[in-house]
């Protein structure tokens, strides 16, 4: 059974700093990964999509990295922002048909930043 | 344009009612999805929606049905729930993937169901 889990649960950073989150999954025979953020009571807003043949993309100032066979992935924040302050959470993807079309989410690491 | 739009926000309802949560997508998306997320924890799936026909069930109790009537709506029809069906419900929709794996998921801003 796939396990995401995300490191640190909690992190608090002054604005400006860059900063990762780490996100572990048991199972490296994946098909995608997916970066989110969830803002307090909000719904998801996807970040990053990273396919199984990739190593990483970027958006901004966000980069994130994929290690298959060490079941890792990161998400970099360049130069953080106040408005970075959320909830990302990564979310692998079993596979395109029948019963793997699913995302098994991580445990979500709580950003703030601070001004 | 991104957006999968979901009605209504907020919903009270007693556990002897039936309401209904509704989803809509105009991204010409074939797969839609819901699921349930409780508070402080991560989403959880429930069921997928691929073609408007059901391809998952969570082994979600009966007292949820969800339905797909056509290709942009999907719907989740509650009756009977119980206090700790309370969570934040999400649709989401993409692509159906045909072996490409860069089809984004798309998530709508949620339900808030509260059961009294």
């Known amino acids: 059974k796939q396990e995401v889990t995300q490191i640190p649960a909690a992190l608090s950073v002054p604005e400006g700093e860059n900063l990762v989150l780490n996100c572990s999954f048991t199972?490296?025979?994946?098909?995608?990964l997916q970066w989110f953020r969830q803002d307090p009571g909000k719904g998801l807003t996807s970040l990053l999509l990273i396919q199984s043949s990739q190593r990483e993309q970027t958006s901004g100032r966000l980069n994130a990295s994929l290690d298959k066979s060490s079941g890792r992935s990161t998400l970099y924040i360049a130069a953080s922002q106040p408005g970075d302050s959320a909830t990302y959470l990564c979310?692998?993807?079993?596979?395109?048909?029948?019963?793997?079309?699913?995302?098994?989410f991580g445990t979500g690491t709580l950003l703030a930043v601070q001004p | 344009d991104t957006e999968v739009t979901q009605t209504p926000k907020h919903l009270v309802m007693g556990m002897t009612n039936k309401k209904s949560l509704k989803c809509e997508q105009h991204?010409?998306?074939?797969?839609m999805y819901w699921y349930k997320q409780k508070a402080k924890k991560p989403p959880e799936l429930m069921f997928v929606?691929?073609?408007?026909?059901?391809?998952i069930n969570e082994s979600v109790p009966s007292r949820f049905s969800p339905e797909c009537p056509n290709s942009s709506l999907l719907n989740l029809h509650l009756h009977a729930l119980q206090p700790e069906d309370s969570a934040l419900y999400l649709c989401?929709?993409?692509?159906?993937?045909?072996?490409?794996?860069?089809?984004?998921?798309?998530f709508g801003e949620g339900s808030w169901l509260t059961v009294v």
């Open positions: 929606y691929s073609y408007e026909k059901l391809s």
């Open positions: 979310a692998v993807r079993r596979g395109y048909g029948g019963a793997t079309n699913k995302l098994i």
């Open positions: 989401a929709s993409s692509q159906v993937d045909m072996g490409f794996s860069g089809n984004t998921i798309y």
């Open positions: 991204m010409g998306h074939r797969a």
């Open positions: 199972d490296s025979a994946i098909y995608n």
